[in-house]
């Protein structure tokens, strides 16, 4: 018996900047988690994958990624993709730097 289908987002690094991005419905890429569109289907989530991939200019390293959903938005599910929502761990620049 297969697993259930959990929500998931798209993400993947923007080829130039290195940064976390999310593929959002309209087919842009965003910074920031809260704007992904949150795929509920499985076989919409391997379209999209296969649309992201398509981007080989702008991203690299495209994949599903698990979600909850909280308030609305979709909130990471692993310590993995809570960590990248936080951007570069080496020092502060992008989005660490926003926070000072």
Same mark, same amino acid.
């Given at each position: $018996?297969?697993? +259930? ?6 993400? *993947? =690094?923007?080829?130039?900047?290195? !940064?976390?991005? /999310?593929? $959002? *419905? =309209? #087919?842009?890429?965003?910074r ?5 569109? %949150?795929?509920? !289907?499985?076989?919409?989530? #391997?379209?999209?994958?296969? &649309? @992201?991939n398509?981007? +080989? #200019?702008l %991203?690299? @390293?495209? /994949?599903?990624? #698990?979600?909850?959903?909280? !308030? @609305?938005?979709? &909130? +990471? ?12 761990? =080496? /020092? =502060?620049?992008?989005? &660490?730097?926003?926070? %000072?």
């Open positions: $018996m297969s697993k +259930p289908f959990t929500p998931k987002v798209v993400t *993947a =690094n923007a080829l130039l900047e290195g !940064d976390v991005v /999310y593929l $959002m *419905a =309209n #087919d842009q890429w965003s920031h988690l809260s704007e992904a569109e %949150v795929i509920e !289907d499985e076989a919409h989530g #391997d379209l999209r994958v296969l &649309q @992201g398509s981007e +080989p #200019d %991203v690299v @390293g495209v /994949y599903l990624a #698990d979600v909850a959903i909280v !308030d @609305g938005k979709p &909130q +990471p599910t692993h310590f993995r993709e809570e960590f990248r929502t936080r951007g570069p761990s =080496n /020092y =502060n620049h992008g989005k &660490q730097a926003e926070l %000072v």
